[in-house]
């Protein structure tokens, strides 16, 4: 399968940058191995980058899954991710609602961003 890059984007509270920062800093690994709700192996989650800029933040995945909402599930099921994200939530700018799977989707339809090019030297 090939790789995909699935980027993110909000802002956070001006004055909270720091705070941020710490929270990302500190925040524990998920399960690299992606599954679906019935726990089968569906991918790979390669690696993760967050850009701060301001109170820009941008969270790339590196992924081999084709649907964007199919990670989220499974990112939402890490407990490490689940802990970031709720500490996070008072930080925010806009407000979101990423307990139930519809309010995780509006988050995600909303905050995602489209790949526009993506080159590697092995390619």
């Known amino acids: 399968m090939a790789h995909r890059y699935w980027a993110l984007t909000w802002k956070v509270k001006p004055g909270t940058e720091q705070k941020v920062r710490e929270l990302f800093a500190a925040y524990g690994r998920p399960d690299h191995t992606v599954r679906d709700a019935a726990g089968n192996e569906i991918g790979t989650l390669f690696g ?3 850009y701060m800029k301001d109170n820009v933040i941008v969270r790339v995945v590196e992924t081999d899954v084709d649907d964007l909402r199919v990670l989220a599930m499974h990112m939402g099921r890490q407990p490490a991710i689940r802990e970031l994200e709720t500490k ?3 930080y925010l ?4 609602d ?3 799977p519809e309010g995780a989707g509006k988050f995600f339809r909303e905050t995602s961003m489209d790949c526009l090019v993506s080159r590697r030297h092995d390619e």
């Open 93 to 96: 700018e806009v407000p979101r």
């Open 48 to 50: 993760t980058q967050v």
């Open 88 to 90: 996070l939530d008072e």
């Open 98 to 100: 990423m307990s139930t």
